[in-house]
């Protein structure tokens, strides 16, 4: 129905985590559609079953051996792992599929079988992506306006799924107050963009993940310590991932060294 069978059946190989039949029923029944009105819905068949299928071919040991994170042929990361009942793949903004048979070769690719339906965070129901999701809040406009300054509000939309450490406006108009710059002369700064991805990591930390860890490591490159971050607000879900509110700006460390000997910068 979603016209994927002769991607699957042609000569790129593919890795499969294939749902048993019990397994749609169950999502059916969590979705409230009949088979029917799933098969007519294209577009998040295609999104559903996308997420599913995996470039190239990984065996059991290659899929472990990528983890946490994979990328599907959708664009959108799945998370893999091994917890007490054993191997496991999904996202936690919709739950996760225990791995129950691996490696069934194929001749072009290879198939895990899953106890269940998951469902890519895009299909989060009732969920805006993350910058949707600040911009109705109300209380980001400077860092919704940074983020579109340096080209990073159309990445926010896409499928992530991301961690953002989101200051409000409040935030921002300390640094300004601090700095003695103008939001003007913020946004033109030529390292917008490393202080905005200083404010966001890979993949979808909850309040637990975040306080359970020392420090994350940003899409920036920089390592951020748990420990420098204030939050205000935890766990803000987003179709895309999660947002936590914050009541001051992150500067990365190379930044926070030349505002110190420039603080008129």
């Known amino acids: 129905a979603a016209g994927l069978d002769g991607v699957l059946s042609g000569e790129d190989e593919f890795t499969v985590f294939a749902p048993t039949d019990d ?66 793949i999904g996202n936690a903004e919709n739950g996760f599929a225990n791995i129950v048979t691996t490696d069934l070769e194929a001749s072009n690719g290879v198939i895990h079988v899953i106890d269940a339906v998951i469902l890519p965070p895009s299909a989060a129901a009732g969920e805006a992506d993350i910058v949707a999701t600040a911009d109705g ?80 490591v940003m899409l920036n490159g920089d390592v951020l310590p748990v420990e420098s971050i204030q939050i205000n607000t935890v766990d803000v879900a987003a179709s895309n991932g999660i947002i936590h509110i914050i009541d001051a700006v992150l500067l990365p460390p190379a930044d926070e060294a030349a505002d110190a000997s420039d603080p008129g910068y």
């Open 137 to 216: 809040a109300g209380t980001f406009a400077t860092l919704l306006a940074a983020a579109t300054e340096a080209g990073l509000a159309e990445t926010l939309t896409n499928a992530g799924p991301f961690t953002v450490f989101a200051p409000t406006d409040e935030a921002f108009q300390a640094l300004l107050d601090e700095l003695g710059v103008t939001a003007e002369e913020l946004l033109a700064r030529e390292d917008l963009a490393d202080i905005l991805l200083y404010h966001v990591a890979l993949g979808v930390l909850d309040s637990e993940a975040v306080t359970g860890t020392d420090s994350i």
């Open 23 to 88: 397994a749609f029923a169950m999502a059916l029944g969590e979705l409230g559609l009949t088979a029917e009105e799933l098969l007519a819905d294209t577009d998040l068949l295609t999104a559903v079953l996308q997420y599913h299928v995996v470039p190239g071919r990984l065996l059991a040991e290659d899929v472990l051996g990528a983890a946490p994170l994979i990328e599907t042929v959708g664009g959108e990361l799945v998370q893999v792992g091994v917890g007490v009942e054993g191997a496991f």
